[in-house]
């Protein structure tokens, strides 16, 4: 009888493990990626391959924003505030001058809420590139690195896993931080085979390591930011304020008032008002301070105007005000052009508020276009 029972006993215990086993939950592994001509997507596809190589393992692969590859778009698009939810992350990201994407980057300013909240600390995190010929990769892929360490992220590197199955003799994107792939390079056999190899490895890595800490990490609480004010409406606050834009001014030569390249628009102006120079002259000796300041405003209006127009007509798709250079048609022991600036960092952090705050030069000229007191160079940050 009483082995009946230790036999009983031991069934039932073989049981419940299994049921436990098949109960454990499954390992969420979200791909991250930006990617321009869609050499990216092809490694995170590879990636999300070895990630569920990993017994109950599963990959998601999302992208940071829209564009207009066709490749891309079935991929959903990610919400900042879904990153706590996975268990690992992948990020992968186009190479930009050794760091990573403009894309990528803008997808970081948003996530700063998380980093207050600590809420990806302790997430292991890998990272995988590529573009051109690779000569910045390894730097891009450290610089990558740097923004997830200051999230407090667990880093996974490949370390040299799999480096001795590929083919050393042609260029590959072998690091020992991670997956890189230098898309110029032999591009129709862009990612190799290698490189595909490599990926597959690295997102198991991941996966096993998410794995292995899953239900162990240590618990943080999210702490949620206080009350904050509705996003401002810049549209409504011109009128709210009163602020008038001018019309545009039209070009005087073969130029255009503004060149948009990427998200950053780049503006230059001089004080023209109802088609003529405001306040002309040299400071000292044709106009005083105040006329220049006058003529700073003015020339900022000119300076909203365009920029309303390069954004359609919304000031909203503004991200921020990036940097203004003013330069001041004054005598040569002139020193207070910051004074005479004032009036124009004023303006555009009245219209757009937090997102107004800008870095700022100034400088005196013996001269400027048109006879006018003042130029002012502007660049701002806009929705793609």
Not at 53 to 81: C, F, H, M, S, Y
Not at 262 to 288: M, S, Y
Request: neutral net charge; contains cysteine; aromatic residues 6%.
């Amino acid at each position: 009888m009483k082995q009946v029972s230790i036999l009983l006993f031991a069934i039932v215990l073989t049981l419940s493990t299994q049921r436990s086993m098949a109960q454990e939950p499954t390992t969420h592994i979200l791909v991250l990626l930006d990617s321009d001509q869609g050499g990216t997507y092809t490694l995170a596809k590879e990636i999300a391959q070895g990630v569920e190589r990993w017994p109950g393992a599963k990959a998601t692969i999302k992208k940071v924003k829209e564009n207009n590859n066709p490749a891309l778009a079935a991929v959903p698009l990610v919400q900042v505030d879904e990153l706590p939810q996975y268990d690992g992350i992948a990020f992968g990201s186009p190479v930009y001058f050794g760091n990573m994407s403009t894309g990528m980057s803008a997808f970081f300013a948003q996530t700063i809420d998380l980093w207050t909240a600590r809420a990806l600390e302790e997430k292991p995190a890998t990272v995988f590139m590529s573009g051109g010929s690779g000569a910045a990769n390894e730097l891009a892929l450290q610089a990558f690195w740097n923004t997830l360490a200051v999230h407090g992220m667990l880093l996974i590197p490949n370390g040299i896993q799999g480096f001795d199955q590929i083919d050393t003799t042609k260029k590959q994107g072998n690091s020992v931080l991670g997956v890189t792939s230098p898309m110029s390079i032999n591009k129709g056999e862009r990612p190799t085979q290698e490189e595909r190899y490599l990926a597959q490895n690295q997102g198991e890595k991941l996966a096993r390591v998410a794995s292995a800490l899953r239900g162990n990490k240590k618990v943080l609480p999210i702490v949620k930011p206080k009350e904050t004010q509705a996003a401002l409406d810049v549209n409504q606050q011109l009128k709210d304020k009163k602020i008038v834009l001018p019309s545009l001014p039209k070009p005087v030569g073969n130029y255009e008032l503004y060149v948009r390249s990427g998200n950053l628009v780049f503006i230059n102006q001089v004080a023209l008002k109802e088609g003529k120079i405001f306040n002309p002259g040299k400071l000292g000796v044709d106009v005083t301070e105040e006329q220049v300041k006058e003529a700073t405003k003015v020339t900022m209006l000119n300076v909203l105007a365009i920029l309303k127009d390069a954004v359609g007509g919304d000031l909203n798709k503004v991200q921020r005000c990036v940097q203004l250079i003013g330069a001041f048609n004054t005598v040569d022991t002139y020193t207070q052009h910051a004074v005479l600036m004032n009036p124009a960092s004023d303006l555009v952090v009245e219209v757009l508020g937090e997102k107004g705050k800008h870095t700022r030069n100034t400088g005196g000229a013996s001269s400027l276009p048109l006879g006018s007191s003042v130029s002012i160079q502007a660049i701002f940050e806009v929705e793609e």
